[in-house]
């Protein structure tokens, strides 16, 4: 079992007040928290059917939601309990349950239809409820279905060549259960036993005619079969016979409850914890609760401003604000780790850029793991800026703590050589070589010191020329040298000088060709990383088409089986659709991806202030070497 919030109770996540919704930002609040995954499991139904009852046994519980006993609707808006998984582990279980539609005091329809739709885009499993059997008054009943159309976009210009914006419903929307509560009705058809999930499917055959009623009553069996192909029954006795305890049901002792009834309950709540899927958006994207409270807000905005719920604006208003905090995430993590790690001042300047190079890596993975739908990869490329202005802060520390440290150590190892030019003890014959002698000894005790770090020769180079003029005054008052070794000596001291400014040259141009190389790394790290990333999404992409395809092929073939030609011809339109698309994904596939690299690696080189001929490639085929 995941853990997760502590709800002791339900909340209301959407009020509803006078035909207006609004979010509770305590319910927000809750999920902004939920960092796991989340199954939602939504329950509609018309109003004091039991529907609170059954979200009740799937929190586990007998109180909660509340469960009227007058023919007034109990339940307002939508209330949320999050729970534990008990099943799938790192999973929350966000339970949502709905006013009940066709409350007649509430005379607004269109505000019953707006409930549908938010269960529908909210949910991963939808469960409608109704009482005693499904027949054509039932499914009439369920009219909501038939408005999602006019309550529902997939795409922000639903323009694709005369094909409906619903066809791409089925990618998003949730699976679809009927619960039909105090069930009297044998099963069986022509006299032969049937499973309850045959007994919905015979239900929604379609009835041939051509009268306007045959028609209307088609509709909402086509909506249901069009829209959720993923479909299961579930039939319940009364819970009890008894009419007195049947309004207090909840109250009801487990031991009351009719042994049938308990059996059909676990069942359904055996079958939601076991199948239910993870609510997933588009290409694969998994909803957390802290995406679910986005997706509330988007959806309630969109209804109060007048406007159509769409899911591609919805996601996209959801990818900013997640990439935004996966970026931020990455750079906190690419910050800490840096801090952890590193023992300043590093050794040599590769060690620094060594671990930069593996924080770097993480903070990639930490980004793409929570990024999604990141258009012209805006957010990886301020990361990658974000990363690169952290490590020359770190660079920046690295020789601040260098500097420090070599000269507090050239400090102490000088002491002695301080004192004894200020004694004098040069001043005299030879005094010259004494004093090279002992410049030498200072300069091998400080080489010996370990772990100086990057500024160890320019810190000693500093001191050396501090010395030229004392070197120069004892080298002039030795009178046991003459003019000419003196000359040869101030010779030998400058081409010293030369070598070592030369050496500190070297030093500078070797430790930019290594920072120039870690730019380099980190480029293609970033490359590689978007590579992985790119083809997963494009083969979640395709598989989500090919199930599309799949499940509308299956649609069409059950109309010809049933007779409707007509309706199965008119499906060519949409499955065309769909194979062009799924046809040109994979044809395009490795020329799209390698021009998104392509277009990373221009704008990254110039981020990194990376010349073309450093990487060693022209940029247009910098990503053939990641293929």
Not at 59 to 70: M, P, R
Not at 134 to 163: F, W
């Amino acid at each position: 079992m995941a853990s997760g919030p502590n709800m002791m109770d339900p909340i209301c996540l959407v009020e509803n007040k006078n035909a207006q919704f609004s979010v509770n930002q305590k319910a927000l609040q809750i999920l902004e928290n939920i960092s796991q995954p989340v199954v939602v499991v939504a329950i509609v139904g018309l109003y004091r059917t039991g529907k609170s009852y059954l979200m009740n046994r799937l929190a586990g519980q007998n109180h909660g939601f509340s469960v009227g006993s007058t023919v007034q609707s109990k339940t307002k808006g939508i209330w949320m309990w999050c729970v534990p998984h008990p099943s799938k582990s790192d999973h929350i279980l966000v339970l949502l349950d709905t006013e009940g539609l066709g409350d007649v005091e509430k005379g607004d329809s269109k505000n019953d239809s707006w409930i549908f739709a938010l269960a529908v885009l909210l949910s991963s499993t939808l469960v409608y409820n109704s009482m005693n059997t499904i027949n054509n008054d039932a499914l009439e009943k369920l009219h909501y279905v038939t408005e999602l159309t006019e309550l529902i976009r997939a795409k922000s210009s639903p323009k694709m060549d005369g094909v409906r914006d619903s066809v791409e419903f089925v990618s998003f929307f949730p699976d679809f259960i009927w619960t039909v509560r105090d069930f009297t009705l044998e099963l069986k058809l022509n006299g032969d036993p049937i499973t309850e999930d045959e007994y919905l499917e015979n239900a929604l055959k379609l009835i041939k005619g051509s009268n306007p009623n045959v028609i209307k009553s088609n509709v909402p069996r086509e909506c249901i079969r069009h829209f959720f192909p993923k479909r299961k029954c579930f039939v319940f006795d009364r819970p009890v016979n008894d009419k007195q305890l049947l309004s207090h049901v909840d109250e009801v002792l487990e031991s009351q409850l009719d042994p049938k009834f308990k059996e059909q309950s676990n069942t359904f709540c055996s079958y939601v914890f076991t199948h239910a899927r993870t609510k997933i958006l588009r290409e694969g994207v998994k909803v957390t609760g802290k995406r679910l409270g986005t997706l509330v807000v988007t959806y309630v905005d969109a209804i109060n401003s007048g406007g159509i719920p769409c899911l591609e604006n919805a996601v996209t208003t959801l990818a900013q604000l997640e990439n935004s905090a996966a970026m931020q995430k990455a750079a906190d993590h690419y910050s800490e780790q840096m801090a952890q790690r590193l023992n300043l001042p590093t050794d040599t300047l590769q060690e620094l850029l060594e671990v930069h190079a593996a924080c770097e890596r993480e903070a990639i993975v930490v980004f793409m793991k929570q990024s999604f739908k990141d258009e012209n990869q805006d957010f990886q490329k301020k990361l990658l800026e974000m990363i690169k202005n952290k490590k020359e802060s770190f660079l920046q520390q690295n020789e601040v703590a260098s500097a420090k440290y070599c000269q507090t150590k050239l400090d102490q190892i000088s002491k002695t050589l301080k004192e004894s030019i200020s004694a004098g003890s040069f001043s005299v014959p030879g005094g010259h070589k004494l004093y090279r002698k002992a410049l030498e000894r200072l300069q091998c005790d400080y080489f010996h010191v370990p772990r100086k770090g990057v500024k160890t020769n320019e810190v000693l180079e500093n001191f050396l020329q501090s010395q030229v003029a004392i070197e120069k005054s004892i080298l002039q008052s030795d009178k046991a040298l003459t003019d000419a070794a003196k000359a040869i000596a101030e010779e030998r001291a400058r081409k010293e000088a030369a070598e070592r400014e030369c050496e500190l040259l070297r030093q500078k141009q070797y430790e930019q060709q290594q920072q120039m190389e870690a730019q380099d790394r980190s480029l293609r790290e970033n490359i590689a990383q978007l590579r992985r990333k790119l083809e997963r999404e494009r083969e979640n992409f395709e598989k989500e088409q090919e199930r599309l395809l799949e499940h509308r092929l299956k649609a069409q073939n059950d109309l010809l089986t049933e007779g409707f030609s007509r309706k199965a011809e008119e499906m060519k339109a949409e499955i065309k659709h769909l194979r062009n698309i799924i046809e040109k994904s994979k044809k395009d596939k490795a020329s799209w991806i390698s021009e998104t690299l392509d277009g990373l690696a221009t704008e990254a080189t110039a981020i990194l202030s990376l010349p073309a001929k450093v990487i060693g490639w022209g940029l247009k085929g910098l990503s053939s070497l990641f293929k």
